[in-house]
């Protein structure tokens, strides 16, 4: 067998043909939350050669001889499928048997991160002297020990994980056991491999090389324990896919549904006495509005009306006689698909009227098209307003009143197995019956020591990680057979109070088998406090000692430390605030910048401009940079718009993230100097604009209906109509794809850079001229749908307006006046994320000043509240928390503003030139140090006496240096010897 050589990872038009086939086993092609194992034995003669290509749908572990060697693939739509490499030689026994294994887990639903495929792996180990492939030699068996019907963990992510220890735990290494050890040449339970695809078949329609390094990984174990208690958890939960049970078409979209329908089940008490207490427990249900309301036995409450608990918890508390009593959950309702959990107290879950059913819950419904509105390429989140009808109220009540399906006038069955988990891990951890302090020293777990912990109930530990880590939990420890360690990942506390993951079930379970083991996840969660849940079984007694608890963190590499950027100033606390903000773009780099390592580790289009301005201030990302902007026209077969994030399931468009996108792209190639890149990418981003220009109305002015987003911010951004800031982001994306010609095509661009410059030119003008209020002296914030002119002056909308170069002279000085120094009456800026755009606009008009103050008060208010990583809002006094998520990689603009003013370092023409221009303000010294693209950095430091400058200057041979002496002061410069 022979394979042609892969190419190489920077040929973005190359692709690969391997001389093997997908395999996946005889069952179902696309199985919902299937993990699936494979491998291959094999005899390695002594040599120096073993790489492994491997890929999968929708992600794989891979592991030689029992050694995890790395996961992947990196996120792609199927018509570029990647393919990675491992040099897996010394892993290898030589002149013995050898395994390579492979845990797919496919996930048969969309998300934000991937579209529905298909399950499959492909795999090529290249050993010099031959190929072993993927074809029906392999093994492939079902992870017995998964649990698929584990709930999702949100919209945005797939599943978490239920999974018992005891299954095979050695089925990643065969030892020295080759083909024929076990009877039929297969172990129990496993099964040759079913050759399904040849390399271009199915809907992996193109193999290409993995366009960036492996991420990199460090074991982040915790530095603080924060609590250790005992606990008692409630004797049932259960959690339902609901959006999947009312909307069928759902696994193949991750669109919101909107529907009306009940979820029945009866409460039952089977002992006969008095009547008795019985707790109904709803985790998750108003943060995101996950219920309606409830009924029992034909008695309603509004969500509102039940007992409210910690964090988003609502409890009714009931006196119920023995025997069967209806529970009716009204579930009508706009929904993205969050998980609804229940718990119960008191009594038992049973089906109405066939105990033989898989699952004790009845769906009435749906009632109404489940999705009516979001099945259109400018999809939006509009909520529709779901009513239960009288029909659906009706069929309830007959119900309740006769406990006799044929009652029911509506569609009525019994919610699958596969839709409904056994438990709620998430409200047994978050929400437990009862808790009390537990005297209990496991702080060896922060030195690498084990701890014995104390004989008796449930015992919840919370640990502090010290920074916000993202990757995969790893549990190590010594535990008699059947003890469940739950683990929940969140990100604050302040104080006695935490912030719960309201939005997302942040969990895993893991059953033990009997002895020491290591549990590591292959599910990827962020988190910055690790709360483990221990709970022995009554059956099995014994010690259980936890030996290791940590996290493998995950992220791309960050390259050499002497090639990294680096500030330091006078004022530490502006050393803190760059020092927060690196920490932030560290955590939300993975496979593409993410907007948050926790709630959605989604790829959201217009978060690129500024991540990426923000980490090359810190970091040569540009692999990472260009792999994150090329994946973005392969959203094009959902929308021509482009997807707001990719790839991804939710087809739904922001203008303002597209336009941002062609920004971004200029800026990347500006400060590569990469004409190929800009070539490449000019005729993807004139086709989105031009697909934006056929919603220009006649006027010239954009007016589209879309989700018209801009900032988290009372501002006027409807979803129909015409909306100013966006608009003036149609400019600049105009102006930056005329950027994009000169660098793709030079002296032979001009003409559609012309048209380009001709067209944003016009649009300015239509700006000016009919979105300007002369009353108000600034630019409104839209016109609406309907014609009415808006009455809201923000910010941003001024901020926008000016940088797109909007208006007279007058008109520009106006705008800068309102956002350097903006009146009360304006809407503010409502998030970290405008701040890089505010400070530009404070630096160009002089006033770099303002935006230190500015930037020292808002990111100051984030480290005095315990901030270790950027907040995605600004915290507030009329929030109950600060912000939702407390990392987000939008809001680290000192990054890149502290090095870029107060070092003053400007990288021009592809960094072969550069301009230092400090700004010293109030400080007495800062130094620091910017990376090149393709490697080595800039290196400023400078120190004032009074009036007096003094300025070093460091920079790799070749690279031109030019000093712009800051106004007021006296500068001596000195250029350090060049270096390396």
């Given at each position: 067998?022979?394979?042609?050589?892969?190419?190489?990872?920077?040929?973005?038009?190359?692709?690969?043909?391997?001389?093997?086939?997908?395999?996946?086993?005889?069952?179902?092609?696309?199985?919902?939350n299937?993990?699936?194992c494979?491998?291959?034995?094999?005899?390695?003669?002594?040599?120096?050669?073993?790489?492994?290509?491997v890929?999968?749908?929708?992600?794989?572990?891979?592991?030689?001889?029992?050694?995890?060697?790395?996961?992947?693939?990196?996120?792609?739509?199927?018509?570029?499928?990647?393919?990675?490499?491992?040099?897996?030689?010394?892993?290898?026994?030589?002149?013995?048997?050898?395994?390579?294994?492979?845990?797919?887990?496919?996930?048969?639903?969309?998300?934000?991160?991937?579209?529905?495929?298909?399950g499959?792996?492909?795999?090529?180990?290249?050993?010099?002297?031959?190929?072993?492939g993927t074809?029906?030699?392999?093994?492939?068996?079902?992870?017995?020990?998964?649990?698929?019907?584990?709930?999702?963990?949100?919209?945005?992510?797939?599943?978490?994980?239920?999974?018992?220890?005891?299954?095979?735990?050695?089925?990643?290494?065969?030892?020295?056991?080759h083909?024929?050890?076990?009877?039929?040449?297969?172990?129990?339970?496993?099964?040759?491999?079913?050759?399904?695809?040849?390399?271009?078949?199915?809907?992996?329609?193109?193999?290409?090389?993995?366009?960036?390094?492996?991420?990199?990984?460090?074991?982040?174990?915790?530095?603080?324990?924060?609590?250790?208690?005992?606990?008692?958890?409630?004797?049932?939960?259960?959690?339902?896919?609901?959006?999947?049970?009312?909307?069928?078409?759902?696994?193949?979209?991750?669109?919101?549904?909107?529907?009306?329908?009940?979820l029945?089940?009866?409460?039952?008490?089977?002992?006969?006495?008095?009547?008795?207490p019985?707790?109904?427990?709803?985790?998750?249900?108003?943060?995101?509005?996950?219920?309606?309301?409830?009924?029992?036995?034909?008695?309603?409450?509004?969500?509102e009306?039940?007992?409210?608990?910690?964090a988003?918890?609502?409890?009714?508390?009931?006196?119920?006689?023995?025997?069967?009593h209806?529970?009716?959950?009204?579930?009508?309702?706009?929904?993205?698909?969050y998980?609804?959990?229940?718990?119960?107290?008191?009594?038992?879950l049973?089906?109405?009227?066939?105990?033989?059913?898989?699952?004790?819950?009845?769906?009435?419904?749906?009632?109404?098209?489940?999705?009516?509105?979001?099945?259109?390429?400018?999809?939006?989140?509009?909520?529709?307003e779901?009513?239960?009808?009288?029909?659906?109220?009706?069929?309830?009540?007959?119900l309740?009143?006769?406990?006799d399906q044929?009652?029911v006038?509506?569609?009525?069955?019994?919610?699958?197995?596969?839709?409904?988990?056994?438990?709620?891990?998430?409200?047994?951890?978050?929400?437990?019956?009862?808790?009390?302090?537990?005297?209990a020293d496991?702080?060896?777990?922060?030195?690498g020591?084990?701890?014995?912990?104390?004989?008796?109930?449930?015992?919840?530990?919370?640990?502090?990680?010290?920074?916000?880590a993202?990757?995969?939990?790893?549990?190590?420890l010594?535990?008699?057979?059947?003890?469940?360690?739950?683990?929940?990942?969140f990100?604050?506390?302040?104080?006695?109070?935490?912030?719960?993951?309201?939005?997302?079930?942040?969990?895993?379970?893991?059953?033990?088998?009997?002895?020491?083991?290591?549990?590591?996840?292959?599910?990827?969660?962020?988190?910055?406090?690790?709360?483990?849940?221990?709970?022995?079984?009554?059956?099995?007694?014994?010690?259980?000692?936890?030996?290791?608890?940590?996290?493998?963190?995950?992220?791309?590499?960050?390259?050499?430390?002497?090639?990294?950027?680096?500030?330091?100033?006078?004022?530490?606390?502006?050393?803190?605030?760059?020092?927060?903000?690196?920490?932030?773009?560290?955590?939300?780099?993975?496979?593409?910048?993410v907007?948050?390592?926790?709630y959605?580790?989604?790829?959201?289009?217009g978060?690129?401009?500024?991540?990426?301005?923000?980490?090359?201030?810190?970091?040569?990302?540009?692999?990472?940079?260009?792999?994150?902007?090329?994946?973005?026209?392969?959203?094009?077969?959902?929308?021509?718009?482009?997807?707001?994030?990719?790839?991804?399931?939710?087809?739904?468009?922001?203008?303002?993230?597209?336009?941002?996108?062609?920004?971004?792209?200029?800026?990347?190639?500006?400060?590569?100097?990469?004409?190929?890149?800009?070539r490449?990418?000019?005729?993807?981003?004139?086709?989105?604009?031009?697909?934006?220009?056929?919603?220009?109305?006649?006027?010239?002015?954009?007016?589209i209906?879309?989700?018209?987003?801009?900032?988290?911010?009372?501002?006027?951004?409807?979803?129909?109509?015409?909306?100013?800031?966006?608009?003036a982001?149609?400019?600049?994306?105009?102006?930056?794809?005329?950027?994009?010609?000169?660098?793709?095509?030079?002296?032979?661009g001009?003409?559609?850079?012309?048209?380009?410059?001709?067209?944003?030119?016009?649009?300015?003008?239509?700006?000016?001229?009919?979105?300007?209020?002369p009353?108000?002296?600034?630019?409104?914030?839209?016109?609406h749908?309907?014609?009415?002119?808006?009455?809201?002056?923000?910010?941003?909308?001024?901020?926008?307006?000016?940088?797109?170069?909007?208006?007279?002279?007058?008109?520009?000085?106006?705008?800068?006046?309102?956002?350097?120094?903006?009146?009360?009456?304006?809407?503010?800026?409502?998030?970290?994320?405008?701040?890089?755009?505010?400070?530009?606009v404070?630096?160009?008009?002089?006033?770099?000043?303002?935006?230190?103050?500015?930037?020292?008060?808002?990111?100051?208010?984030?480290?005095?509240?315990?901030?270790?990583?950027?907040?995605?809002?600004?915290?507030?006094?009329?929030?109950?928390?600060?912000?939702?998520?407390?990392?987000?990689?939008?809001?680290?603009?000192?990054a890149?503003f502290?090095?870029?003013?107060?070092?003053?370092?400007r990288?021009?023409?592809?960094?072969?030139?550069?301009?230092?221009?400090?700004?010293?303000?109030?400080?007495v010294?800062?130094?620091?140090?910017?990376?090149?693209?393709?490697?080595?950095r800039?290196?400023?430091?400078w120190?004032?006496?009074g009036?007096a400058?003094?300025?070093?200057?460091?920079?790799?041979?070749?690279?031109?240096?030019?000093?712009?002496?800051?106004?007021?002061?006296?500068?001596?410069?000195?250029?350090?010897?060049?270096?390396?």
């Amino acid at each position: 067998m022979t394979s042609t050589p892969p190419p190489s990872e920077t040929d973005t038009s190359a692709t690969w043909q391997p001389a093997t086939r997908w395999i996946w086993d005889d069952g179902e092609p696309t199985p919902r939350n299937a993990w699936r194992c494979f491998r291959r034995r094999f005899a390695a003669d002594k040599g120096g050669t073993a790489l492994l290509r491997v890929t999968a749908d929708t992600r794989y572990v891979v592991f030689v001889n029992g050694t995890r060697i790395g996961h992947g693939p990196v996120r792609a739509f199927g018509d570029r499928w990647p393919v990675d490499t491992w040099d897996i030689w010394w892993h290898l026994r030589e002149y013995k048997w050898n395994t390579v294994a492979v845990l797919v887990a496919h996930h048969g639903v969309a998300t934000f991160q991937s579209l529905p495929g298909r399950g499959g792996l492909l795999a090529e180990l290249d050993l010099g002297w031959g190929i072993v492939g993927t074809d029906s030699k392999w093994e492939v068996a079902t992870h017995g020990g998964h649990d698929p019907r584990a709930p999702r963990i949100s919209p945005q992510l797939a599943f978490t994980e239920n999974v018992d220890g005891a299954w095979q735990p050695d089925w990643t290494d065969g030892g020295d056991a080759h083909e024929g050890t076990y009877p039929n040449g297969v172990e129990a339970g496993w099964a040759p491999a079913t050759e399904i695809a040849a390399p271009g078949e199915g809907p992996w329609s193109t193999l290409v090389p993995r366009s960036i390094p492996p991420l990199q990984e460090e074991i982040v174990a915790p530095v603080a324990v924060r609590s250790v208690e005992r606990v008692r958890q409630w004797a049932e939960s259960w959690t339902v896919d609901v959006r999947a049970t009312f909307d069928p078409t759902s696994p193949a979209h991750a669109n919101p549904s909107a529907y009306g329908g009940y979820l029945l089940t009866a409460l039952t008490l089977a002992e006969q006495g008095p009547a008795r207490p019985v707790t109904v427990g709803l985790p998750l249900t108003t943060t995101l509005p996950r219920l309606r309301g409830i009924a029992v036995d034909g008695r309603h409450w509004d969500i509102e009306e039940l007992a409210p608990g910690p964090a988003d918890l609502r409890t009714l508390d009931l006196e119920l006689d023995a025997g069967p009593h209806w529970l009716a959950l009204d579930v009508s309702m706009y929904d993205h698909g969050y998980p609804l959990p229940l718990l119960l107290d008191g009594a038992d879950l049973t089906h109405p009227w066939d105990p033989e059913a898989p699952t004790p819950f009845v769906a009435l419904g749906p009632i109404g098209d489940p999705n009516p509105a979001f099945d259109r390429p400018l999809a939006h989140p509009t909520r529709p307003e779901v009513t239960p009808t009288p029909q659906v109220s009706s069929a309830v009540a007959a119900l309740t009143a006769t406990r006799d399906q044929g009652a029911v006038p509506l569609p009525a069955a019994t919610i699958p197995a596969a839709l409904v988990a056994t438990t709620s891990v998430y409200g047994q951890v978050v929400h437990p019956r009862e808790q009390d302090p537990l005297t209990a020293d496991v702080t060896g777990l922060t030195r690498g020591e084990p701890v014995v912990l104390p004989d008796g109930g449930d015992v919840s530990i919370v640990l502090d990680l010290g920074i916000e880590a993202s990757g995969f939990v790893i549990v190590d420890l010594d535990a008699p057979a059947g003890t469940i360690v739950d683990v929940y990942g969140f990100e604050y506390i302040d104080g006695v109070r935490r912030q719960e993951t309201t939005a997302m079930d942040n969990t895993l379970r893991y059953r033990t088998r009997a002895g020491r083991q290591r549990y590591e996840s292959p599910v990827r969660r962020g988190l910055r406090y690790l709360q483990l849940v221990v709970r022995r079984d009554a059956a099995a007694p014994g010690p259980v000692t936890l030996h290791e608890v940590a996290v493998r963190n995950s992220h791309y590499p960050t390259g050499p430390a002497e090639d990294a950027g680096e500030f330091a100033a006078s004022d530490g606390l502006l050393t803190e605030i760059w020092e927060m903000s690196r920490r932030t773009v560290i955590a939300c780099m993975e496979d593409t910048f993410v907007d948050c390592p926790v709630y959605e580790q989604a790829f959201w289009v217009g978060d690129t401009y500024s991540s990426a301005r923000f980490a090359s201030s810190l970091f040569d990302v540009a692999p990472l940079i260009e792999r994150s902007l090329r994946l973005v026209p392969g959203s094009k077969g959902q929308t021509p718009l482009l997807g707001s994030q990719v790839p991804s399931g939710w087809t739904n468009v922001i203008p303002a993230w597209t336009f941002f996108w062609v920004l971004a792209c200029d800026e990347h190639a500006r400060r590569t100097g990469d004409a190929t890149f800009a070539r490449d990418l000019l005729p993807e981003a004139v086709a989105a604009l031009d697909a934006f220009a056929e919603h220009l109305d006649a006027n010239g002015l954009l007016s589209i209906e879309a989700w018209n987003l801009l900032d988290w911010a009372p501002m006027d951004q409807p979803n129909a109509g015409i909306v100013t800031h966006q608009n003036a982001l149609f400019v600049m994306a105009l102006d930056a794809a005329a950027g994009l010609a000169d660098r793709a095509q030079p002296g032979g661009g001009v003409e559609l850079a012309g048209d380009l410059r001709a067209r944003a030119e016009a649009l300015r003008a239509a700006i000016a001229t009919h979105l300007w209020s002369p009353e108000r002296e600034a630019f409104i914030d839209a016109i609406h749908a309907d014609g009415a002119r808006s009455d809201v002056i923000s910010v941003q909308t001024q901020m926008f307006a000016h940088l797109a170069g909007v208006g007279s002279e007058p008109q520009r000085r106006r705008t800068r006046a309102l956002v350097v120094d903006p009146p009360s009456e304006l809407v503010q800026i409502g998030s970290p994320w405008m701040s890089i755009f505010r400070y530009d606009v404070l630096e160009a008009a002089g006033r770099a000043d303002v935006a230190l103050a500015d930037l020292r008060r808002d990111y100051g208010a984030m480290i005095e509240a315990g901030a270790v990583t950027c907040w995605e809002m600004f915290p507030a006094p009329d929030r109950e928390w600060p912000t939702r998520s407390h990392c987000h990689a939008w809001s680290a603009a000192p990054a890149s503003f502290l090095p870029a003013v107060v070092l003053g370092i400007r990288l021009l023409d592809g960094g072969t030139r550069v301009e230092i221009a400090p700004h010293p303000g109030d400080l007495v010294w800062a130094r620091g140090a910017v990376p090149l693209p393709g490697g080595g950095r800039v290196e400023v430091a400078w120190a004032r006496d009074g009036a007096a400058l003094d300025l070093q200057v460091a920079a790799p041979t070749g690279v031109e240096v030019t000093v712009r002496e800051p106004h007021g002061f006296t500068t001596s410069v000195r250029l350090r010897e060049p270096l390396p």
